[in-house]
């Protein structure tokens, strides 16, 4: 396999926690809760990152630390557990730790063991915004799940979906496994604690997401499953060599061209539009490079790729499709804005935190984190998937260019109350 | 330890950065975890900032704990070449304060031109509120300087700043009236100062500041140190306003100057009218019903006692309960609400302000997002006067809550939330006044909302964004997800027989959920286990309604 060569940094850029993906997680399990152990900066994190302004009956919430609590190293949470049981009836209760008792160096797997129940599991999550970023702490649930995955024997020879997808795009995985005659065990997650899929030597793990490479690898390791190393399932690209890998992982040669041709024919408007784009990521979603990929095939020039973190395996056949760009791991926030200065990007897909600065900066910005939860994959998704691109380029082209005068921007914001820009 | 779900206030980082993200040319430095960083997010989402908002996470990870590295230096230096600050306050996070290092001394060894500020702000003993304060009360007392007045009258107006409560729209207000007086300013901060300014705040004649949260301690100190007199009230009302008209006029007069008090004409936006129409529009008689309709409020110490005091004094309207969850100035609440609130409900826990809220079914609340969650389980009428807040709060329009211009918002804001008068005779009077639908299908359990990935995409309205991103215009308001059934108040609650069942359906439905609130109250008081059509009959004619 190819070795793409990637530029470190580091790591000085704007992102979230790993708390952050309970977010979508919680709605993904509807019978589970997130208990975060934490402090006050955890209930603040989730309320203004989760939209949670909007819900009344979250399913998540933080056994919240004070400063009594800090001295001892092994708090009693047995308390909130009772609460969590009687105001919401879980099947199973994560414990997601966080940075202020991973310094107390809470012994968290001991904790979560003992509330632990046959009836209501506790099982523990790394989670700590010291360690893992954004969208990794998906990875330490279904690592927590793995061992409630009933076992299957080897002849069982069935593709079990990996990653968090919503319902209907579960449903047009499973329907296009059966066109194709692939034998579906499930999905890791299911939508309900008591329906996760059998795993055994003869199941084929098919990551839908590229931020699961712990999970993967745990499952092959302690199951003897196949991992399937191919594109990840996004653009007309990428779906057919998913499906085309996970086929032939079958027994069977199955040759899609015509409905990858198909697919870029119905986009053809966006990707007349997007070729020759110079295009940034300035994202943390760990979902850029293959994001990034789909944009190269659609003829669009990415001049950098920033992601938090690249795996060599269980990312190669990404990395080799994007031979030949910029690619940084943990990158620098200022020395981006310094190469997006020079290089005048087209488009930037940027942390949320960083999105409508950019754009005031008279560059066009989209928020990249909405990627971790928009229907973007396989065939149904390719819609979505280019116009979140083209959305942004379109609108800007359409608004009436007075309104691009930096005048519009005076007194906006008390720190920067006059006229403003990148180079200055 | 205790289950939090939302909190009133945020953490003592986020106070440090509302004050550094105020300022110009100072930047806040979080040393901190990675996802500290959200804070910057809130700016750049609901203040929608233009330029990144002023400060940066000098992000510790797991592996620098490990090997004992330190990065604040080199993020140090980092911002300093990048944004050119005058000063930059450093503050530890909740995690990293546990590990006692010096950050004086690692400040030290970044060699910085620009002044660097070890901000000592323990997150286990304070929060949002007391951070920022007590910052800008340094900041205040670091840097102002012994001068000679100002040649004119001048005023300094304090306690503005990012991501406070409809604060532009204040301070326009109060520059509005401010230039009809004839009244230079002399600094406004934080909002837009330098350290600069700081430095001429003694140069003013009197020092305005409006809001119990920030600036208050900053304004009297300046009052102590250098002898510039402060106005600390918050002229929330008509009345109000023209008592602090007053009082401005007073403090300016002692101080050596004769201000003279224009036609109250002269305040209004066309300069010819009242200016405000709260007085007339309070004794129309439209507005009778308003003595008929309680009103909770609940938010920070200023708002609460502002708006409390305005529903009663200028609205007539009843007031069923107060609260605030500013514990530090409950006492002053508690003061200046005598005569209007017996028992001040002081927590900022918002489980207990929902059980108040249950229990006392008014029929307006105002509180702040958390109670507008509550509000809509509870099918109540809410409007939003305090933070917490959503993106939904944060408009373009001009919508102060000081001075004449504010009283007609907030009388607005009132009018437009409560049902109103007429209509509510007419439904009285006709049952449906030709306005009911079919009841809605209510899901048999607590709904959940749609998977996220679903909720972007779909059209259908009650589907929910999950991220703070969709909270913006782009996406349509969402509906709060129907309650399965409000949460008990009490342990025992009353069940509907099929003859009350049948005559509650007839109660129009958009009061419909009021009204079995109200009848399950009334039964639970009674002891009543089984509402029946006597039972619900008995409740109308003791509810009168």
């Known amino acids: 396999m190819h070795k793409a060569s990637t530029i470190r940094e580091d790591g000085l850029y704007h992102s979230f926690c790993g708390l952050v993906s309970v977010g979508w997680l919680y709605q993904k399990i509807k019978d589970s809760f997130f208990l975060i152990l934490g402090t006050h900066t955890c209930a603040h994190l989730l309320q203004n990152t989760l939209g949670v302004m909007i819900f009344a009956r979250p399913r998540f919430a933080v056994s919240l630390l004070e400063e009594a609590d800090l001295s001892s190293s092994q708090p009693d949470i047995s308390a909130q557990i009772e609460e969590i049981k009687r105001e919401h009836h879980p099947s199973v209760i994560f414990l997601l730790s966080s940075c202020t008792p991973e310094v107390m160096k809470v012994e968290f797997e001991g904790l979560a063991a003992s509330v632990s129940t046959p009836e209501v599991p506790v099982l523990f999550v790394p989670a700590s915004g010291l360690d893992y970023t954004f969208s990794q702490s998906e990875d330490s649930v279904l690592q927590a799940l793995i061992p409630f995955c009933p076992p299957a024997p080897p002849e069982d020879k069935r593709v079990v979906f990996l990653g968090s997808v919503n319902d209907a795009i579960a449903d047009d995985f499973s329907l296009e496994a059966a066109r194709l005659g692939i034998p579906v065990a499930g999905f890791l997650p299911a939508s309900h604690f008591h329906e996760l899929p059998p795993i055994g030597p003869g199941t084929v793990v098919a990551p839908l997401q590229p931020y699961l490479h712990k999970t993967a690898t745990q499952l092959r390791n302690e199951r003897g499953c196949t991992v399937l190393s191919s594109l990840f399932p996004f653009g007309p690209d990428g779906t057919r060599r998913f499906w085309e890998d996970l086929a032939a992982q079958f027994g069977m040669k199955v040759d899609l061209s015509d409905r990858e041709a198909a697919a870029w024919e119905r986009i053809k408007r966006h990707t007349d539009l997007l070729r020759g784009k110079k295009i940034f990521f300035a994202s943390d979603t760990l979902m850029e490079l293959p994001l990034a990929r789909f944009l190269k095939a659609c003829g669009a020039e990415v001049v950098e790729c920033s992601t938090p973190y690249i795996n060599r395996r269980f990312h190669a056949a990404e990395l080799a499709a994007l031979d030949g760009v910029r690619l940084v791991e943990q990158a620098n926030f200022h020395r981006q804005l310094r190469t997006i200065a020079e290089t005048k990007p087209d488009l930037i897909i940027s942390n949320i935190i960083t999105t409508n600065p950019l754009v005031g900066q008279g560059v066009v910005a989209k928020w990249g984190t909405e990627y971790c939860f928009l229907p973007i994959h396989g065939w149904a998704g390719v819609n979505a998937l280019v116009t979140s691109f083209t959305r942004a380029l379109e609108r800007h082209a359409k608004l009436d260019p007075l309104g691009s005068d930096p005048i519009w921007l005076t007194g906006m914001m008390p720190s920067s109350p006059g006229v403003i820009s990148l180079q200055s | ?545």
């Open chain 2, 1 to 545: 330890m205790r289950l939090a779900y939302w909190m009133y206030e945020g953490t003592a980082h986020h106070g440090v950065g509302r004050i550094a993200n105020s300022m110009r040319n100072v930047h806040a430095v979080f040393h901190a975890p990675q996802g500290d960083d959200y804070v910057n997010a809130i700016f750049a989402m609901l203040d929608r900032t233009p330029n990144f908002p002023a400060m940066t996470t000098s992000v510790v990870s797991g592996t620098d704990l490990a090997r004992g590295t330190i990065r604040l230096p080199e993020t140090l230096k980092q911002v300093e070449e990048r944004v050119h600050p005058d000063l930059i306050v450093v503050v530890a996070s909740c995690s990293t304060i546990l590990l006692q290092e010096n950050l004086e001394i690692a400040a030290q060894h970044a060699g910085l031109q620009c002044e660097v500020m070890v901000y000592d702000a323990n997150p286990y003993r304070m929060q949002e509120i007391v951070a920022a304060e007590s910052l800008f009360t340094d900041l205040v007392k670091r840097f102002a300087k012994p001068q000679p007045r100002t040649e004119r009258p001048t005023v300094n107006i304090l306690g503005p700043a990012s991501l406070g409560f409809h604060a532009r729209h204040d301070l326009i207000s109060l520059r509005r009236m401010l230039k009809t007086l004839g009244i230079e300013v002399n600094v406004v901060a934080p909002w837009g100062a330098t350290i600069a300014d700081l430095r001429r705040l003694p140069a003013a004649w009197l020092t305005i500041a409006p809001y119990r949260e920030l600036g208050l301690r900053a304004a009297t100190y300046l009052e102590e140190q250098f002898g510039v007199p402060a106005l600390l009230d918050a002229p929330i009302g008509v009345q109000p306003t023209l008592r602090w008209i007053e009082r401005l006029r007073e403090l300016l007069a002692q101080a050596g100057a004769n201000i003279p008090m224009p036609p109250l004409t002269a305040f209004s936006l066309d300069g010819m009218s009242a200016p405000s129409a709260v007085p007339w529009m309070a004794r129309t008689a439209d507005m009778d019903s308003f003595s008929g309709k309680p009103a909770f409020v609940f938010g920070d110490a200023t708002h609460v006692v502002g708006i409390t005091r305005f529903l009663r004094d200028e609205l007539g309207m009843p007031i069923a309960g107060a609260g605030t969850y500013v514990k530090h100035q409950a006492n002053w609440v508690r003061e200046q609400l005598a005569g209007y609130v017996d028992d001040l409900l002081v927590t900022d826990e918002f489980q207990t302000v929902a059980a108040r809220i249950a229990e006392l079914r008014p029929e307006l609340v105002c509180g702040t997002q958390m109670e507008r969650h509550t509000s809509r389980r509870y099918d109540l009428n809410c409007m939003v006067i305090s933070p917490p807040t959503h993106i939904e709060n944060h408009l373009l329009a001009y919508r102060p809550f000081l001075g004449f211009d504010g009283a007609d918002v907030i009388a607005d804001e009132v009018y437009t939330t409560c049902t109103l008068g007429m209509e509510k005779h007419l439904i009285d009077l006709f049952g449906d006044a030709g306005l009911d639908l079919p009841e809605k299908v209510k899901a048999p359990s607590t709904p959940e909302p749609a998977p996220a990935a679903i909720a972007i995409e779909s059209p259908k309205p009650a589907d929910e964004p999950v991220v703070a991103v969709a909270a913006t215009p782009a996406a349509p308001a969402p509906v709060a997800p129907p309650a399965a059934s409000p949460a008990p108040a009490t342990p025992v609650d009353p069940v509907w027989a099929a003859d009350a069942e049948a005559m509650l359906k007839k109660v129009p439905f958009f009061v419909r959920g009021r009204v079995r609130g109200n009848v399950e109250k009334y039964a639970r008081q009674r002891g009543h286990a089984v509402i029946t059509a006597q039972v619900l009959l008995a409740a109308k004619e003791e509810l009168g309604a």
